[in-house]
């Protein structure tokens, strides 16, 4: 099985805040890496796809690189709507999630 | 507008048995894999296994093969997720989410249902 390790568990953050998440696979997993925002209460929803194809409607602030065993999402400027858990999911071999990162108002 | 609704909140005793649905519209229900996703209450995400309601071709994750059953009625657009025999670990929020395109080409989960939380406690 291949293993999604996230860096860091939590983030404390400002607004206006460049912020990166790190994701490490156990293996190579090509480019199929994906990035989720999940709120309290409600579903995940994609937001990167295919390693940096951002999924429509999500604004262009989000933009993720990598490829092989380490990738990254960036988020260019913190705004008050995007504090929530982040999840990495590799779908090369079936689907992994990575552990998540809580952005937390710092 | 790609929707995929499930069903409501569910409690059962461990041992009992339920069956969850997800039900998709706004697009051809069977042209699209169909996926489960576990999530314990304030842990991460887990899958669970796929199904294509065309033709009912499942896979599971091992993690959860011969703990759940996946099942689709494509005649009213419908997947399903059972259990026959709860335990209280089963206790979760579990999604259903469609895959844009075909597992073996690579495919993330693009359109998530709202979750439904089952709660097995005596």
């Known amino acids: 099985d291949i293993q999604m390790t996230q860096s860091p568990s939590t983030l404390s953050a400002s607004v206006g805040d460049r912020v990166t998440i790190t994701c490490r696979a156990s293996?190579?997993?090509?480019?199929?890496l994906a990035w989720y925002q999940q709120k309290p209460g409600k579903a995940p929803k994609v937001l990167i796809y295919k390693t940096s194809s951002l999924e429509s409607g999500v604004p262009l602030r989000f933009s993720g690189s990598g490829s092989g065993t380490e990738f990254t999402l960036t988020i260019s400027s913190l705004q008050p709507d995007d504090f929530a858990t982040y999840y990495c999911?590799?779908?090369?071999?079936?689907?992994?999630f990575g552990q998540g990162t809580k952005v937390e108002i710092k | 507008e790609v929707q995929l609704v499930q069903s409501g909140a569910e409690v059962k005793k461990p041992g009992e048995s339920v069956k969850i649905s997800c039900k998709g519209s706004?697009?051809?229900?069977?042209?699209?894999?169909i996926g489960w996703v576990r999530q314990m209450p304030g842990k991460g995400l887990e899958w669970m296994g796929i199904i294509y309601p065309d033709d009912s071709d499942t896979r599971y994750s091992p993690s959860f093969q011969g703990q759940v059953t996946i099942s689709a009625d494509k005649s009213i657009s419908t997947a399903y997720l059972q259990w026959s025999r709860l335990k209280a670990s089963d206790t979760a929020m579990y999604y259903c989410?469609?895959?844009?395109?075909?597992?073996?080409?690579?495919?993330?989960?693009?359109?998530w249902g709202q979750g439904t939380r089952v709660t097995v406690s005596s």
């Open positions: 989410a469609r895959l844009p395109s075909p597992p073996n080409w690579g495919s993330h989960f693009d359109f």
């Open positions: 293996q190579s997993v090509n480019i199929w």
């Open positions: 706004g697009y051809s229900f069977i042209s699209y894999w």
């Open positions: 999911q590799q779908y090369n071999s079936g689907w992994t």
